[in-house]
């Protein structure tokens, strides 16, 4: 048993209401959790403290007005207010965004820089120079690689591979001077 099933049994177990094997699992869990026994000591208090409070009296009417009540707040919640609406904002709310949107275009038509609308095109120095220069043939890719006869993955093996770095690698934990 875990402490929730243990909460969730406490009142069955003050009223006598939890078959032999829950209350053996019951009374298990106590033995084995002080904290529990405090937990079912305080639950036993309050219970006592509940009992000995005076007894409460309404009027005969009390559920009768009680129940009138009740209708006429759910009544009054169903009503629904009617106001007058644009696009679904009250008439405040639609002119303050109908002010921004206009403040933002006219901005935005501040920025736009004015233009003729003509295709103007004057070349710059760099591609009038381009023009007059002497075209070179190309030469393919492919052939300059194959004219390379060298293979870059062959390894030496005659040359070992000694290369010893540990005089120059220092560990974090190296306590060499």
């Keep these: 048993m875990d402490r929730y099933q243990f909460e969730d049994l406490i009142s069955d177990f003050i009223e006598n209401?939890?078959?032999?094997?829950?209350?053996?699992?019951?009374?298990?869990y106590l033995d084995e959790n002080?904290?529990?026994?405090q937990q079912l000591d305080s639950v036993k208090q309050v219970i006592a403290s509940m009992k000995s409070m005076p007894e409460v009296s309404t009027s005969?009417?009390?559920?009768?007005?009680?129940?009138?009540?009740?209708?006429a707040e759910k009544e009054?919640?169903?009503?629904?207010?009617?106001?007058?609406?644009?696009?679904?904002y009250t008439p405040l709310m639609a002119s303050l965004s109908a002010v921004v949107v206009v403040a933002v275009v006219l901005l935005g038509l501040e920025f736009i820089p004015e233009t003729n609308n003509q295709a103007t095109f004057s070349p710059t120095m760099a591609e009038q120079?381009?023009?007059?220069?002497?075209?070179?043939?190309?030469?393919?890719?492919?052939?300059?690689?194959?004219?390379?006869?060298?293979?870059?993955?062959?390894?030496?093996e005659d040359m070992p591979?000694?290369?010893?770095f540990k005089d120059r690698i220092?560990?974090?934990?190296?306590?060499?001077?």
């Design 34 to 37: 002080p904290e529990a026994m």
């Design 76 to 88: 009054a919640q169903s009503v629904v207010k009617t106001t007058r609406s644009f696009a679904g």
């Design 170 to 177: 220092q560990l974090v934990g190296d306590r060499r001077p």
């Design 129 to 156: 120079q381009v023009d007059d220069l002497p075209i070179l043939p190309t030469q393919p890719n492919d052939d300059i690689l194959a004219e390379n006869e060298d293979d870059s993955t062959h390894v030496d």
């Design 60 to 71: 005969t009417d009390f559920m009768k007005n009680l129940n009138k009540r009740i209708a």
């Design 17 to 28: 209401k939890l078959s032999m094997t829950q209350r053996k699992d019951f009374e298990t």
């Design 161 to 164: 591979n000694t290369t010893d």
